[in-house]
């Protein structure tokens, strides 16, 4: 623990004895990948809850009180939480946030997700916290979004002790997309994937969505109107679109939701199209 200075700090002189305070270092918050995360994860928010004519713009200000995270929550597990809809005291605010985050952890620990966030912490505008929680949800709950992987931040921790001392640490936000979906979800396809990974390239040939799109089409026998894709997609949207075009075609013909995302898929992950397609493989093996 080193001295911090008053001036650097001025809110943490309001700090009581043996109290501390912890908060982004200003050089992490310039970090690209993580400006992406907190964009990625606002884009997302407002995505969901665009019915609700919710738009956030800050994290910290805009959720810390629960009643976005209420209605975010709502919305992706499609449940009704018996909380006020408006609450001013803080008091008020942290009853809220406890029935919403006892519902968040109602889902996520049977998952084995470790919970590193609190009442206080996101009431406190902790922006750590907050990312913590979302990005816990997001992957739980398979959002359709990309999280930039291996994201971390340097945190200042300050303590009143006899004066203001201050520490720093390396907090983890995100590892990888496999990783953060579920270490713990390992299938007979992991381990064909482990035992022939270099032998598969091939199957890059459907990052555009393209042979994805029609293939569903001749499984199933109908034809695909060339309007509701793009049969030569020059962009990453376009693709992503095909590709989640395909995704649905899928569900409408019984198959599962594929466990990869639409731009795992168009970024070549090579895992993730393979998944897709021993989906397919499994299902449509006996057609004629």
């Known amino acids: 623990m080193s001295p911090a200075s008053a001036d650097i700090y001025p809110e943490d002189t309001l700090l009581e ?8 270092d200003p050089t992490s918050k310039d970090d690209p990948k993580f400006k992406e ?4 994860l606002i884009d997302w928010i407002n995505d969901v809850l665009v019915e609700e004519r919710i738009i956030v713009k800050q994290l910290e200000e805009d959720l810390y009180d629960g009643q976005v995270l209420q209605k975010l929550l709502e ?5 009704k939480l018996n909380v006020a809809e408006v609450t001013q005291s803080e008091v008020g605010q942290k009853q809220k946030l406890q029935t919403v985050l006892e519902a968040v952890h109602g889902l ?4 084995g ?13 902790n922006l750590v916290a907050i990312l913590h929680l979302l990005v816990s949800l997001a992957m739980h709950f398979r959002a359709p979004i990309r999280l930039p992987e291996h994201v971390s931040v340097q945190v200042v921790v300050v303590r009143k ?10 907090e983890e936000l995100t590892t990888t997309t496999e990783m953060m979906m579920g270490r713990f979800e390992r299938d007979a396809f992991d381990t064909l994937f482990d035992h022939a990974p270099d032998k598969l390239s091939v199957v890059k040939k459907f990052a555009d969505g393209v042979y994805l799109v ?3 089409g001749l499984l199933e026998d109908y034809f695909v109107p060339l309007h509701n894709f793009y049969l030569t997609p020059d962009s990453f949207d376009q693709k992503v679109h095909n590709v989640a075009f395909a995704f649905e075609l899928m569900l409408d013909g019984g198959l599962r939701t594929p466990k990869a995302h639409p731009e ?4 070549l992950d090579l895992k993730s199209t393979l998944r897709v397609l021993y989906n397919l493989f499994t299902k449509y093996k006996d057609l004629e």
């Open 17 to 24: 004895e043996n109290e501390e305070r912890t908060m982004i």
């Open 37 to 40: 995360l907190v964009k990625v």
């Open 75 to 79: 919305k992706l597990a499609g449940c």
């Open 108 to 111: 996520l620990r049977p998952h």
């Open 113 to 125: 997700w470790v919970l590193q966030w609190t009442v206080d912490s996101i009431h406190g505008k």
């Open 161 to 170: 002790r006899e004066g203001l001392h201050s520490s720093h640490v390396t």
């Open 214 to 216: 029609l293939l569903m």
């Open 264 to 267: 795992d898929v168009v970024n």
